[in-house]
C-alpha cells in the first residue's frame, strides 16, 4: 500500500557527512528487475505478467496491469515520448507496446528463436536496442528497432567479423548491460568470456574490446555498464552463485571502452547487478547495487563503501542527484540523501 511511503526506515550510516533515509513505496509478490521513471512516477516490469506504476508524489497512486495469463518474466523495459517497450525473457519472445496516455497494450514482434532470451532494451537517438542470447551459430546480433507514423521496424545488427565466442552471452539483471552517450552504444557480455561491444552510429559499425573482468563460467562476468561521457565509463558484475566474491568485479575506462581498469579488487561488497552515476557529481560519485548490499563511491570508482546491508535489489535509478530508486523482489524503495 502507498501509506508504506511513510513508514521510513531511518539508516544511521552516512558518508560525506550526510545521512539518508530509506521508504518502501512498493510491496508485492513480484521480482523486479526493470524500471523506469517518467511523469512523478516509477515504471516496472516483473514476474507473472506484471506490468505497472507507482506514484513519487504524496498522493496515493498506483495501477498493476497483467499484460498476459500465461505468466511471463519480464526482465526489459525502455521508453520514448509515447510508449513504453518490454519483452519477456525465454521463447517465444514477445514484444510489447504500451501507450502512456491510454495505457492500452498491443503485441508489435514475436521472436519465436529457439534460444530467444533477451536481457535489456535501451533506448537512445529515437532507436530501442535490444540484445538476446545467441543463436547456436553464436552469431552476435543486437536487434534495433523503431517506430515511425506508428509503424513499428524490427532490424538485427549481424556482420560476420563480430561473432559471439562459445559460451558468451550476457545477463537479464537489471536491463542495463546496455549505455549510451553521444553517437555511441555500449553492450556488455560476460559467462565464457566477458566483452564489450561499442557501436559507432555515424559509422555504423561496431568495434569489439577485451576486458580484465572475472569471467570463464556462465554466472561470471559484467552485469552492468554506465557512461559518464564518451570516454568514462564503469563496469560491474561478479558471480552470482558466489555473491562474496569481489575480486575483478569493477573496472572503469578512460577511453570509450577500449581498454579498462580493475578497480577496489578484493575491497568492495561482492557481486553487483546494477550501477548508475550520480547526477549532477560529474562522474565522481556512483551507485552500485546488488542482492546482498548497496554501495558508493565518491572518487571515480576507485573505493567503495558499503552503505545499506538492504538485500534482493536488482535495479537501481536516479531520480534527481538526491533520489534514488531501487527495485528487486517484492519490493520498490526510495533512497533520499539528507542535508547535512
Given at each position: ?23 518502501t ?16 512516477k516509477v515504471?516496472?516490469?516483473?514476474t ?36 513504453f ?16 496516455k ?5 503485441i ?40 515511425k ?19 558468451e ?15 555511441f ?11 564489450i ?9 561496431y ?10 563460467t556462465?554466472s561470471q562476468?559484467?552485469?552492468?555498464i ?10 560491474v ?5 558466489k ?13 570509450g ?23 549532477s ?7 552500485a547495487?546488488?542482492?546482498q ?25 536516479w ?13 520498490i524503495?526510495r ?6
Amino acid at each position: 500500500m502507498k501509506k508504506l511511503a511513510f513508514l521510513l526506515v531511518l539508516i544511521s550510516t552516512s558518508f560525506h557527512s550526510q545521512n539518508f533515509k530509506i521508504d518502501t513505496l512498493l510491496t508485492d509478490k513480484i521480482s523486479i528487475r526493470a524500471i523506469q521513471l517518467w511523469d512523478g512516477k516509477v515504471w516496472y516490469s516483473g514476474t507473472d505478467s506484471k506490468f505497472g506504476f507507482v506514484s513519487l508524489k504524496d498522493k496515493p497512486d498506483k495501477k498493476q496491469l497483467l499484460l498476459s495469463d500465461k505468466k511471463l518474466q519480464f526482465r526489459t523495459l525502455a521508453q520514448n515520448k509515447k510508449a513504453f517497450y518490454l519483452a519477456n525473457i525465454e521463447s517465444p519472445a514477445i514484444f510489447f507496446r504500451i501507450d502512456k496516455k491510454t495505457l492500452d497494450q498491443e503485441i508489435v514482434k514475436i521472436d519465436s528463436a529457439k534460444n530467444a532470451f533477451y536481457d535489456a532494451i535501451h533506448f537512445h537517438k529515437d532507436m530501442f536496442y535490444a540484445f538476446s542470447d545467441p543463436e547456436d551459430d553464436l552469431e552476435f546480433k543486437m536487434p534495433r528497432f523503431a517506430e515511425k507514423n506508428g509503424n513499428f521496424s524490427f532490424n538485427v545488427q549481424t556482420s560476420d567479423d563480430f561473432v559471439l565466442k562459445k559460451g558468451e552471452a550476457a545477463f537479464a539483471a537489471s536491463n542495463t548491460n546496455i549505455a549510451s552517450v553521444d553517437n555511441f552504444v555500449w553492450l556488455a557480455t560476460g559467462g565464457m568470456s566477458s566483452r564489450i561491444f561499442k557501436l559507432d552510429l555515424k559509422a555504423d559499425n561496431y568495434e569489439i574490446y577485451e576486458t580484465p573482468f572475472t569471467q570463464g563460467t556462465s554466472s561470471q562476468g559484467i552485469y552492468s555498464i554506465d557512461f559518464y561521457d564518451k570516454n568514462f565509463g564503469i563496469a560491474v558484475g561478479g558471480d552470482y552463485t558466489k555473491q562474496a566474491d569481489n575480486t575483478n568485479n569493477i573496472a572503469t575506462t578512460n577511453d570509450g571502452g577500449q581498454t579498462w581498469q580493475i578497480q577496489a579488487s578484493g575491497k568492495n561488497a561482492g557481486y553487483m547487478t546494477c550501477v548508475k552515476f550520480r547526477p549532477s557529481t560529474k562522474g565522481k560519485e556512483i551507485v552500485a547495487v546488488g542482492d546482498q548490499h548497496i554501495s558508493f563511491s565518491s572518487d571515480y570508482g576507485k573505493t567503495w563503501t558499503k552503505i545499506s546491508d538492504e538485500k534482493n535489489l536488482y535495479a537501481c535509478e536516479w531520480v534527481d542527484k538526491n533520489t534514488l530508486i531501487l527495485a528487486g523482489k517484492d519490493k520498490i524503495i526510495r533512497l533520499q540523501f539528507l542535508d547535512k
